[in-house]
């Protein structure tokens, strides 16, 4: 019973870092204030590219790592290791996150951008999934002992 336990546990964990992948290349988590239909993704933002940059704007590689932490937790969650281990790679997540929206947002907030773009409310959502997933393995870990 245990074992099936622990393993679903780990099928939650797999099923949440694809949909964190999933959310990276979707989910719009910068908008025009002015147009709302003027959205960009985590890898619209990485790259560069989409509707809210010119041709010649440069993306910032920093957002990569917004799909490398949801990338790790998947590959640690099929290479079966512990749920400290995916408690901790999921709160590093959690914390990369809550820097990425307070670095945006003092962008947005500041020079060329200032009222011009916001961040959307997929950042709060992306946020609890990672705390979720914290709480998750770390009582998936209890099971483990």
């Known amino acids: 019973m245990e074992e099936?336990?622990?393993k679903n546990f780990k099928n939650v964990i797999k099923g949440a870092g694809i949909i964190l992948i999933i959310c990276f290349f979707t989910l719009p988590l910068v908008q025009c204030t002015q147009d709302r239909s003027l959205t960009a993704s985590g890898w619209e933002i990485a790259t560069g590219t989409g509707d809210l940059y010119t041709e010649y704007a440069d993306g910032d590689p920093l957002a990569f790592l917004l799909v490398i932490f949801p990338a790790l937790?998947?590959?640690l969650a099929f290479l079966n290791k512990s749920f400290g281990t995916l408690r901790n790679v999921s709160a590093g997540g959690a914390v990369f996150k809550?820097?990425?929206?307070?670095?945006?947002?003092?962008?947005?907030?500041?020079g060329d951008f200032r009222g011009m773009l916001e961040l959307t409310a997929f950042n709060g959502f992306?946020?609890?999934?990672?705390?979720?997933?914290?709480?998750?393995?770390?009582?998936?870990?209890?099971?483990e002992s």
């Open 73 to 75: 937790l998947l590959i």
């Open 98 to 110: 809550i820097i990425f929206i307070i670095v945006a947002h003092s962008r947005l907030n500041s």
């Open 4 to 6: 099936t336990k622990r």
């Open 126 to 143: 992306v946020l609890v999934i990672y705390i979720g997933l914290c709480i998750f393995a770390q009582y998936g870990k209890k099971l």
